[in-house]
């Protein structure tokens, strides 16, 4: 991936921050900026913050994968399971999903399952919708393989379904991953007091804007990582499907 | 009338099981299984959103939250469809920008709040900015991958014909990205609704989102529930009004999924 | 020829579809046989139900009425295995793992497995392949994957649905001297729809013809053109003759079946 362009951003901002043509104090050059990014992440407090976005990140993933795949799959295979559990789909689907971190607050109240959770609804949704579609949109003729050739029951769905719709589950994970991120982040900024979100809101109320844009990179570094990470490791594991696209 | 006989045996749980989650709902908090204070009765919740509605709060919130969408749902609608489609044309353009696209896209919305405060005048400016950025990004994405997936030999063909420059583009690229564009424009209406939410719970006095903030520090439940719910609606009239405006005005138009 | 029990009998079959709360006829009292060893090619214009039919065989598909019968002479090997259209293997396997797919799911051991897969991956002249997946191989040989995967099963009847449809000319017809070497050497009752009439009688032993939709048999032609048989039989004035004889009464099926749907699009159907 060239770097080319943004290394040539970096240098104009430089330069403008610089010699004052935009105010160092809302820009600062990112030198200064550097200089702060490894001051904070060697006094540690910075790659606190990165440890406590991460686990909640974790856990959120996990609490919204184990259930999603298992249920997309189900309401793939029967029909019945769909009919039920699709009005509530697709009716939470387009609701922003910070919305319900007010009720968790309350019930839960304030703390980590609540900023948790809120971050694992949006990539529960995402990995059904995405597990479901991959069963749905599988070559039917691979099934016709399966049953005349012996597999019928569990065994086609372990042997034929599963596998065939692997893609889609795993495009799934990853953007739910990538959700999940966005919306963990979002909720630190607005509720939490730890995490990447917060510094960058904490550091924005105090103005102090070089620890402002290093914990902001971080959050845009940690999103980079993860995506591209998963892009390659979706590669790797599927090394039979062809085209990866993105 | 037999039309929607047939419908409702077809959809009978899809229907039937909501109305049955209202309605044990509705008895579990009446008689104390669930908590009130945490699930309130369907009925309260509905009778909030009704006076919320009569004495014009609701209006109120909900106005500045569709301008907001629409201003930056427009912007990021033309900005990115242009760039969009010309990143889709010259390759140069495409790999100068895909690193700076691959490092902001996964960024929350929200977080570009401060910045944009910096760079625009504080307020709504800064909101309706702060607003189109990921929607920008997606609707430019998907517009690129919709120009570059045009079948190859389709343009030779028309080239082979005589179509050239502009003739090509209105005549067989745009058509061709059609369908991508759609999908990119109706995802990223989604997302500004989500973003404007977001931002206005961070920093606005009024709006949907302000709204619920509000009502959730001051502990008012059943509206932070009537709230949810206009938004739900909302969420759901953008998604799916705005695919069922296709399917209608530009029925030759498939609906192609997300490619991402 | 003493009269012998058919391989496959197929009695007064009709498989009828529920689509959008109407009701199409696909296949209206069929009613055919096979005999063992024998190689029989059905063809007709689309529409004609052929495919359908296969699946009834196959077991993929209930029929509406009838009776198929299939004779089981090797208890312990499957009545039917199919070679589809475009190959269907499955692109998670390599070329092996797709030939042992059913051998896998009858409990076949490891070991008779590898036996079989090697043996079939030979006879398709694929045996450097194994270890690769379907993406990896060309159109012509993912096809003979799918035959491989098929005759591993060694199954009563061999189905094929326009297995080599999907192929360019010049592979289509290395493909079917390949099938008639294949099926000299095994000896397989094989039931084979095609489109194409020369290749019908390149191939079969007697030809079915389907009408257009709803099928029915229009009649059965005998393919006297002798055995073994290569390509070199396309140049006999016999061929030429059956050739001439049958396609006139195939074309005959096929205008009526493209007259059916232009008629069917004024309906708005």
């Known amino acids: ?246 | 009338m037999k039309a929607l006989g047939r419908w409702l045996t077809e959809h009978g749980t899809t229907v039937g099981s909501p109305i049955a989650l209202l309605l044990s709902w509705e008895w579990a908090s009446a008689t104390g299984l669930l908590r009130a204070v945490f699930f309130p009765r369907p009925s309260t919740i509905l009778a909030h959103l009704r006076d919320l509605a009569l004495d014009g709060t609701l209006w109120g919130h909900t106005a500045p939250t569709l301008a907001r969408i629409g201003w930056s749902f427009s912007l990021a609608a033309v900005l990115g469809v242009a760039i969009g489609l010309a990143m889709g044309l010259w390759r140069r353009l495409r790999e100068g920008l895909d690193p700076v696209f691959a490092v902001i896209y996964p960024i929350p919305s929200v977080l570009f709040l401060p910045l944009a405060s910096f760079m625009v005048p504080a307020g709504e400016v800064a909101l309706v900015v702060t607003s189109a950025v990921t929607s920008f990004f997606l609707i430019a994405f998907t517009t690129t991958h919709g120009v570059r997936q045009i079948d190859r030999l389709v343009v030779e063909a028309a080239v082979h014909y005589g179509a050239r420059g502009w003739r090509l583009f209105a005549t067989v690229l745009l058509p061709g990205a059609l369908p991508f564009i759609f999908t990119g424009l109706r995802l990223g209406l989604g997302f500004s609704l989500i973003v404007v939410v977001a931002v206005e719970i961070v920093s606005a006095s009024r709006g949907l989102g302000a709204l619920l903030w509000l009502s959730w520090q001051i502990l008012k439940v059943e509206d932070m529930y009537a709230t949810f719910f206009v938004i739900a609606l909302l969420g759901a009239l953008l998604s799916y009004g705005l695919a069922a405006l296709r399917a209608r005005l530009l029925p030759w138009v498939p609906d192609v999924g997300d490619p991402r | 020829m003493p009269p012998r029990d058919p391989k496959v009998l197929v009695s007064e079959v009709s498989v009828t579809f529920e689509s959008h709360g109407r009701s199409v006829v696909a296949l209206d009292r069929i009613s055919l046989q096979a005999q063992a060893g024998e190689f029989l090619c059905i063809v007709g214009p689309s529409g004609s139900g052929k495919s359908t039919l296969l699946r009834v065989l196959a077991g993929l598909v209930r029929q509406s009425a009838g009776e198929v019968r299939i004779q089981a002479d090797h208890p312990g090997t499957p009545l039917t295995a199919m070679v589809f259209q475009e190959h269907a293997l499955l692109p998670w396997r390599t070329v092996r793992d797709n030939v042992t797919f059913g051998l896998e799911n009858r409990g076949i051991g490891r070991a008779e497995q590898e036996t079989r897969a090697r043996e079939m991956l030979a006879m398709v002249g694929l045996a450097r392949f194994a270890r690769h997946y379907p993406h990896q191989l060309s159109g012509g040989m993912k096809q003979r994957v799918g035959i491989a995967r098929a005759l591993a099963n060694d199954p009563e009847v061999l189905l094929m649905d326009e297995p080599l449809a999907a192929l360019d000319a010049q592979t289509r017809t290395i493909m079917q001297e390949e099938l008639l070497r294949i099926w000299a050497t095994l000896g397989k009752t094989v039931v084979y729809v095609t489109h194409s009439l020369e290749e019908a009688l390149l191939l079969g032993d007697r030809v079915v013809l389907l009408t257009a939709r709803p099928g029915r048999v229009s009649e059965v032609y005998p393919v006297d053109l002798g055995r073994p048989r290569g390509l070199e039989v396309r140049a006999s004035p016999a061929y030429g003759a059956l050739l001439e004889k049958i396609w006139s009464r195939l074309r005959e099926e096929v205008v009526r079946a493209i007259a059916d749907d232009r008629g069917s699009e004024e309906i708005g159907a």
């Open chain 1, 1 to 246: 991936m060239s770097a080319v362009v943004p290394a040539a951003v970096l240098v104009l901002w430089e330069l403008c921050s610089r010699l004052a043509i935009v105010s160092p104090r809302y820009f600062p050059a990112p030198t200064t900026v550097g200089g702060v990014l490894t001051d904070r992440v060697a006094a540690g407090d910075l790659g606190a913050a990165l440890l406590v976005t991460l686990t909640r990140l974790a856990f959120a993933f996990a609490l919204a994968a184990v259930p999603a795949v298992p249920l997309g799959l189900l309401m793939g295979i029967a029909r019945p399971v769909r009919h039920v559990v699709e009005p509530y789909l697709a009716f939470i689907f387009p609701v922003p999903k910070i919305t319900l971190l007010p009720f968790l607050l309350i019930i839960l109240g304030v703390g980590e399952p609540a900023f948790v959770l809120t971050g694992a609804s949006s990539a529960f949704f995402q990995i059904v919708i995405s597990t479901l579609a991959g069963v749905q949109t599988m070559d039917p003729r691979l099934l016709d393989v399966g049953r005349n050739y012996g597999a019928h029951g569990l065994r086609l769905f372990r042997k034929v379904i599963l596998p065939a719709a692997l893609p889609a589950i795993f495009t799934g994970l990853r953007l739910g991953l990538g959700l999940a991120l966005v919306t963990l982040v979002a909720v630190e900024f607005i509720a939490a007091k730890s995490g990447l979100g917060h510094l960058v809101y904490r550091h924005w109320q105090m103005l102090s804007t070089p620890e402002m844009y290093a914990a902001f990179a971080l959050v845009g570094a940690l999103g980079l990582v993860l995506t591209r990470g998963l892009h390659a490791l979706q590669a790797r594991v599927l090394t039979w499907q062809e085209d990866l696209g993105g």
